[in-house]
Each structure stands twice: as structure tokens, then as C-alpha cells.
């Protein structure tokens, strides 16, 4: 009976064991990641106050490189009823139905 209850308590110290190691592992993997999101965060919240602090209008245009130059025509282009853009050559709708030929 001592062998069997020994036996029993050895077993169920090496599965605790396994699980302990499992949830070790599974814990270093989130620490991971949450490390990383923190890092994410930290920059965004750096971004953040440089963007709204004096002067941080002016960083934000210096770190756009499509701006249009001031002496450039700018070109917006507007949707009409007819096609999204100019063509230059468009079939007109015929108002017959056409016949199915045989």
C-alpha cells in the first residue's frame, strides 16, 4: 500500500511539475508580447506629445514628403453623372433594344 500510494504521489508531482513548467512557458510568451505592445505604446505616446507640443505643427509638415509645392497647379478631379473621368471617345446608349440575331 506504501508502494502504491508513493507511486500515486511521485506521478502526480511529475505532471504537477509539467504543468508548472507549461505555465512558465505560457507566461514568458505573454511577457513577450506585452514588452512589445509597451514599446508600440511608448513610441505612439512620444509621437503623440511631439505632434502637440510649440512647434509640433511645423514637425509634422517637415516629416510629409508629398506636399505640393506652392507655385504648382493643384488638379482636383470631380465625379459627374456620366463616367468617373474624361474619354475621349464614348458609345452612346441607343434607345433600341438590340434583336438577337439567328
Same mark, same amino acid.
Given at each position: 500500500m506504501?508502494?502504491?500510494?508513493?507511486?500515486?504521489?511521485?506521478?502526480s508531482l511529475v505532471?504537477?511539475?509539467?504543468?508548472?513548467?507549461?505555465?512558465?512557458?505560457?507566461?514568458?510568451?505573454i511577457?513577450?508580447?506585452l514588452?512589445?505592445?509597451?514599446?508600440?505604446?511608448?513610441?505612439?505616446?512620444?509621437?503623440?506629445?511631439?505632434?502637440? @507640443?510649440t =512647434?509640433?505643427?511645423?514637425?509634422?509638415i517637415? +516629416? /510629409?514628403? #508629398?506636399?505640393? %509645392?506652392p507655385?504648382?497647379m493643384?488638379?482636383?478631379?470631380? @465625379?459627374? =453623372?456620366a463616367?468617373?473621368f474624361?474619354t475621349? +471617345? /464614348?458609345? #452612346?446608349?441607343? %434607345?433600341?433594344?438590340?434583336?438577337?440575331?439567328?
Amino acid at each position: 500500500m506504501k508502494v502504491g500510494l508513493g507511486l500515486v504521489a511521485v506521478v502526480s508531482l511529475v505532471r504537477l511539475g509539467g504543468a508548472y513548467r507549461e505555465r512558465l512557458d505560457r507566461y514568458g510568451e505573454i511577457t513577450a508580447v506585452l514588452n512589445i505592445q509597451q514599446a508600440k505604446l511608448n513610441k505612439a505616446q512620444q509621437r503623440f506629445d511631439s505632434l502637440f @507640443t510649440t =512647434g509640433g505643427e511645423q514637425r509634422l509638415i517637415q +516629416e /510629409q514628403d #508629398q506636399w505640393i %509645392a506652392p507655385n504648382r497647379m493643384r488638379v482636383v478631379w470631380t @465625379t459627374t =453623372g456620366a463616367a468617373p473621368f474624361p474619354t475621349v +471617345e /464614348q458609345p #452612346q446608349p441607343s %434607345a433600341e433594344k438590340p434583336q438577337p440575331t439567328r
